[in-house]
């Protein structure tokens, strides 16, 4: 069944995605269908503002993303941002460019997957815009969310002496792209009808294709008394991050690499692929963990907390950034993360 | 002079090109440089939230607008959807998807076009995303704006005996349009060196290329103690934003041809392509002049104000939607407004 966008226009489009939607925080007083939505926050509370432009083939690749995962994906690395604040989403705004390509059945696929993500995290949808584009699909979603006022947790904030934290594990969502791209590959050239074999790798699909936010490790923080100094999400890697809260903050960082999280099945297809896991976990992007620091008095609140490891601690600026591998040989933290502009700018004549 | 965006990377073009931003709202707290962008309101004021997505090839041609009046105009339309809700813009986030066909010089024409919308309406660029696309450009702005507590205009507060009232004049936009798509016809085959010929025709030009969002008139109806029922920005055009209003606020309406606002070289224009002037006043977009209904009580207040007419009044449901003719004929209104998703699908393959 196929149901041409044009059948339906821009309103009619709009109005068929949202029909349903119900507003469910106190601070969404008017959602879709005016000019502008209406949020009304208490006093107590400061807004927090994210956004995120997803182009396609250049942040995904529809070839092996399912439309409704890309949907979720797209909403969960905004919410992402805001947790990363110490905040808590409860807005969003969607704006999607769509060429003649998609049907009216792939945005409600599309859409299924940024309203199931937004139910999960409490967000509201109150707006949007939906347009032609003349190639692929365009997605741009802007999330508002809100903090204590004067919680908000900055980059720059990380003090000498502070201990450095990451929630769950790196690199699997970079293991499940590898992965991805592998069996693309493999498909072009193999007889029809035979599936791909993701036996004993789901974890490493689910990172990459259905990656999740880490709203339990900010509400863990705030129940255990803790106010990280510093914290950013994951989505370039955690040398790119690190390094992003030691130049902000003017301090330099020890990690040590028996401590950076890995899970079984990364370390086993890193070894399929012959590459370094430390490395794949260093810089592989878009695991949507938490990397944060706190003080050394929390050492051990923070030790005792599941699913947060402690990787390293600040250090004075002169000392730079680096890593101690495991036979105790120091490295210096470079920012390889995943960088479109740099290493995808190649389609165009 | 032209320098390759890949020299710079993602993150060394958003550094560069919003290099020098200062805040200036008390509300926003911190800017460009987080995961989030931290806004304090304060408990008076209700926020306002819009979005706007610009690709290249449906919404502009860069063969006839310059990236920097793009830039000042994408910023603008989202202003003028804040004021259309009788608020102030405050806030926007910015995110460009740019091909390798654009220099770090392009972004920075657009760029200065964003910053100088900014600086005339007092708005802060708080944040963003900068990332390659494969083709083409595309703006995505998300702007926050204030309004006084449960003073927000909506468009389903019309009520019947309500006076129908239009800032500015119409058309206008639309026969920029025109003028530059014939200009641009009109070189595809002359000889090289030739300007097009413009005279007269700036206001038109100005129209199309640096509309202004309507401040001035949410200004004066503050001051003049009139709250609209019901107010929408005229970016479809009136024939389209009118029946928005009508079936959000289930009344029907009258407007009088006679009284729609013109410009001289509207006319003049019109009348040189052979269009009816009225119907380009009606269904011709991208005015952002302000559509609004104001209490009978009003009328006086409203008659008196510069810069805004009276077109019409509202009416019971049943009795439609109508244009009365200089002639007192009656026509229903349909809207026949520019509609990219029906109008532009015709790129891809």
């Given at each position: 069944m196929r149901t041409e966008i044009a059948t339906l226009g821009e309103f009619g489009l709009i109005r068929h995605l949202t029909e349903g939607i119900e507003l469910?925080?106190?601070?969404?007083r008017y959602g879709i269908g005016d000019d502008a939505a209406v949020l009304s926050y208490p006093a107590g509370k400061d807004v927090l503002m994210t956004t995120d432009l997803l182009l396609e083939g250049v942040h995904f690749d529809l070839t092996y993303v399912p439309l409704k995962h890309l949907g979720y994906k797209s909403a969960v690395v905004n919410f992402s941002d805001i947790y990363a604040m110490n905040g808590t989403p409860r807005q969003i705004t969607v704006s999607l460019g769509v060429s003649k390509r998609f049907s009216v059945e792939d945005m409600e696929a599309l859409y299924a997957g940024i309203r199931l993500a937004c139910e999960e995290y409490g967000v509201d949808i109150v707006g949007g815009d939906t347009t032609s584009s003349l190639t692929g699909l365009t997605i741009s979603i802007t999330c508002i969310g809100e903090v204590e006022k004067g919680k908000a947790v900055y980059r720059n904030g990380a003090q000498e002496t502070d201990l450095v934290c990451v929630s769950g594990d790196l690199g699997a969502a970079y293991m499940g792209l590898q992965l991805l791209e592998r069996e693309k590959m493999a498909l072009k050239d193999s007889v029809e009808g035979i599936q791909p074999d993701f036996a004993g790798k789901e974890y490493l699909l689910e990172r990459q294709l259905k990656p999740e936010a880490r709203r339990d490790i900010v509400e863990k923080l705030r129940k255990a008394g803790i106010q990280p100094t510093a914290m950013m999400d994951i989505s370039d890697g955690l040398s790119s991050e690190l390094l992003h809260i030691c130049t902000q903050s003017k301090v330099g960082c020890r990690i040590y690499e028996e401590h950076i999280p890995l899970d079984y099945q990364t370390a086993v297809m890193a070894e399929e692929l012959n590459l370094n896991v430390t490395t794949c976990a260093l810089?592989?992007?878009?695991?949507?963990e938490l990397l944060f620091t706190v003080p050394i008095a929390d050492h051990e609140k923070v030790s005792e907390m599941?699913?947060?490891?402690?990787?390293g601690h600040i250090t004075k600026p002169e000392l730079g950034c680096a890593l101690i591998t495991r036979d105790g040989q120091e490295f210096e933290l470079k920012?390889?993360?995943?960088?479109p502009l740099r290493e995808k700018e190649n389609g165009e004549a």
């Open positions: 469910k925080n106190e601070s969404s810089n592989g992007g878009e695991d949507y599941e699913g947060v490891k402690l990787i920012a390889q993360g995943w960088n």
